[in-house]
């Protein structure tokens, strides 16, 4: 390669006022020059000044102009040492620190944690609430915060903690709403792929996560709202008061490679030999998006027979683990021995982030195998991406989430080069518009009083009319109580309508409701059934989801191998049973806590399942266990823990922030040593466990 005619190149693309062609052939040849050790010449340094990216400068080789460069855009991230940002970082930065609320498109190597993390250092906000699309980003936020603002902040992430002085609240939207009557006042909010506000990405989330910005921006100075591959913003109130800015600044260069041209359409067999040449071809981090379920067994199934298996202890030890604590004949077990690990949503999370954890390891896993969840539930990439199948599901994959799949394609310092493997043709390239706007449901679960200054005078006379519907059925103001109580979950008004009518029409039909509260699951059948019906679209046999909760509770005294083999008769696999918890804990849950609110507004002498919806929330767990998951700690270890007697996991007078801090006296040494026939990648565990509660 060589270097002055590239840099020459670059020269020409910037005189021509081409900054991204210009960028893109200079990381390129950045990449060259670090894979061969090469000092980068004066002229490279000059061009990664002229182009923005400051974190790119090579000191040792820069003139005093680029050196002084570096240490101007330095800022305080929390960290022990200033991070410089590359130019347009510290554009948004300004803008933050300025006052401004912003809503922002940005790439997804674009680098927006560091803007966050140097707003809170600089400006030292009181109050920080940051929402996120998902628990896994919810733990990967709450780690990367804890380290650098625990000693000055509260950071909280779960239900039910007492608020300090200075809090950084960081939920998923469902979480966030229970906190609506506790947060009194916001210095900045934060939205994290605020792009799920729009019903066209998420008809089913993204009502509560309109009113959650609808809630707390009453109450915000200031908000900060990112997403990557917005090409324009409608204005609405939800993002009153907002500058839209959309940022086309990437820091690696996506190398795109349409293998799909060479054969003919749904070709297996190439796929297979195209997707083996790639991983023989150099051991390196390889996401592999499948598109599907169907699609991970079959790429599983190839590479379980094709990659050999890698002999590392640290490997050996986590297939061995997931054998003795999940199911001798998991998939996953065996595959982790080849380096390939199997990312999706229906795992434990816990599961999901050891995963993540071990294919950031320099030995760990080298291959991920994924459904969309890679994108939306954690902050990772790879050197290559594969795009096995253009699918996300049954649909085909659209253009925007075909772009953040891309996106995992390098990283800063890491890869500069990301390389993406296209198996099959993509989606036609078209702009993202993105809509946020009042649907009948989110009107329906609003007061038209408390937000009357961001509705319209047509959408106050609907949410009457409804009211008033609501009124003649239930008796006047009764439905405005329920959908004020900040514990709905629900944004679907027709849907508490619904339930509700049924309640005043049909009462002895809701009696049997109290046989939850039985300590006897066998009693439990034809309450759960009667539930079901009002789950829309489920996602599962209600038959597999009632066998599934019998069994579950008593989760705390039996193993998961126990628990699937009472279930054998059911056809339950391990696989099943990630996706009925997940079901379970989540949606089932919602449904009956909502039931139980209303409930209360129906009936004189109501009944009251808050006991049951508690314990089939956290998966028939202590609430401790259940919590310290999100925070990478296994129901099985945290058995152990108890069982030892070293921490009383059973408690439900404290929180899991005081929890985390008698960890954090005890301290990491003290709990491995304390545990009784503790399993050798459970020590492993605890270290990752405990990097993630400890400050810097």
């Not at 410089?84 to 554009?91: F, P």
């Not at 005294?557 to 099943?576: A, F, M, Q």
């Not at 508690?614 to 266990?625: E, G, I, N, Q, T």
């Not at 050798?680 to 270290?687: M, N, R």
Request: hydrophobic share 40%; charged share 25%; proline share 4%.
């Amino acid at each position: 390669m060589d270097v002055f005619e590239i840099c020459q190149e670059v020269n020409d693309m910037l005189r021509n006022n081409n900054e991204t062609s210009a960028r893109n052939r200079l990381i390129q040849l950045l990449d060259y020059l670090t894979s061969h050790n090469i000092p980068y010449p004066a002229v490279v340094n000059h061009l990664i000044r002229v182009t923005g990216l400051y974190p790119y400068l090579q000191l040792e080789t820069s003139d005093w102009q680029e050196q002084f460069v570096y240490n101007a855009f330095k800022v305080d991230t929390g960290d022990k040492n200033p991070i410089t940002l590359h130019r347009e970082q510290s554009s948004l930065l300004k803008g933050l620190l300025s006052g401004e609320s912003l809503a922002v498109s940005a790439p997804t190597s674009f680098g927006k944690s560091f803007v966050i993390d140097a707003f809170i250092s600089i400006k030292n906000p009181k109050n920080v609430v940051i929402i996120v699309p998902t628990i896994a980003l919810t733990d990967e936020t709450r780690r990367r915060l804890y380290k650098k603002f625990s000693k000055t902040y509260k950071i909280i992430t779960t239900p039910d903690v007492q608020i300090s002085e200075r809090n950084i609240f960081i939920f998923p939207q469902e979480r966030a709403i229970n906190y609506v009557s506790k947060i009194t006042d916001i210095d900045i909010l934060i939205i994290d792929e605020f792009y799920k506000a729009g019903v066209s990405f998420d008809k089913e989330r993204a009502p509560i996560l309109l009113k959650t910005i609808l809630e707390f921006g009453k109450i915000a100075k200031q908000k900060y709202f990112l997403a990557p591959n917005i090409s324009a913003l409608n204005e609405s109130p939800f993002t009153e008061g907002m500058r839209f800015e959309k940022i086309d600044f990437n820091t690696v260069f996506t190398e795109i490679h349409e293998d799909y041209k060479q054969t003919s359409p749904n070709n297996k067999s190439f796929k297979k030999e195209r997707l083996l040449s790639i991983l023989n071809q150099k051991r390196t981090k390889t996401l592999i998006y499948a598109g599907t379920y169907s699609n991970i067994d079959e790429i599983v199934n190839i590479l379980q027979e094709n990659l050999p298996i890698r002999k590392t202890d640290l490997l050996n030890n986590f297939s061995n683990w997931l054998k003795v604590n999940y199911d001798e004949s998991y998939i996953l077990a065996d595959i982790v021995c080849r380096g390939i690990g199997i990312h999706n949503g229906r795992l434990h999370r816990s599961l999901s982030q050891l995963q993540v954890k071990l294919f950031e390891e320099p030995l760990g896993l080298y291959n991920i195998i994924s459904t969309s969840s890679i994108i939306e539930g954690v902050n990772t990439s790879a050197e290559n991406v594969i795009i096995w199948a253009n699918k996300n599901g049954r649909p085909s994959l659209n253009d925007f989430t075909y772009k953040n799949i891309v996106g995992r394609g390098g990283r800063m310092f890491r890869h500069f080069i990301g390389k993406i493997h296209l198996f099959e043709a993509p989606p036609v390239d078209k702009p993202t518009q993105l809509n946020l706007e009042f649907t009948d449901n989110l009107l329906h679960s609003l007061d038209s009083t408390k937000f009357s200054e961001e509705l319209t005078r047509e959408q106050i006379i609907k949410i009457i009319a409804f009211n008033d519907e609501m009124d003649n059925v239930l008796g006047t103001g009764v439905y405005k109580e329920i959908v004020n109580n900040p514990s709905i979950q629900s944004c679907n008004g027709n849907s508490i309508r619904d339930i509700a009518i049924d309640m005043k029409n049909n009462p002895q039909h809701w009696n049997n409701l109290k046989f939850l509260n039985s300590n006897n699951p066998q009693n439990w059948d034809a309450p759960l059934y009667n539930l079901l019906k009002y789950a829309k679209n489920v996602g599962a046999a209600h038959s597999d989801m009632v066998a599934y909760i019998k069994a579950t509770s008593n989760n705390w005294n039996k193993s998961i191998p126990d628990i699937l083999r009472s279930l054998r008769h059911s056809g339950i696999t391990i696989e099943k049973y990630f996706e009925l918890e997940r079901i379970a804990t989540f949606k089932i849950a919602s449904l009956l806590g909502d039931i139980n609110i209303i409930l209360k507004h129906i009936f004189v002498n109501p009944i009251d399942v808050s006991i049951f919806v508690s314990k089939l929330s956290h998966a028939f767990l202590p609430k401790l266990v259940y919590e310290l998951e999100e925070y990478g700690l296994p129901r099985m270890l945290s058995k152990k823990i108890q069982d030892a007697g070293i921490i009383d996991l059973e408690r439900n007078d404290i929180s899991v922030n005081d929890v985390i801090c008698e960890f954090i006296k005890i301290g990491k040494d003290q709990t491995i040593d304390a545990l009784i026939d503790i399993h050798p990648f459970e020590k492993y565990i605890i270290e990752y466990f405990y990097d993630g509660i400890l400050s810097n």
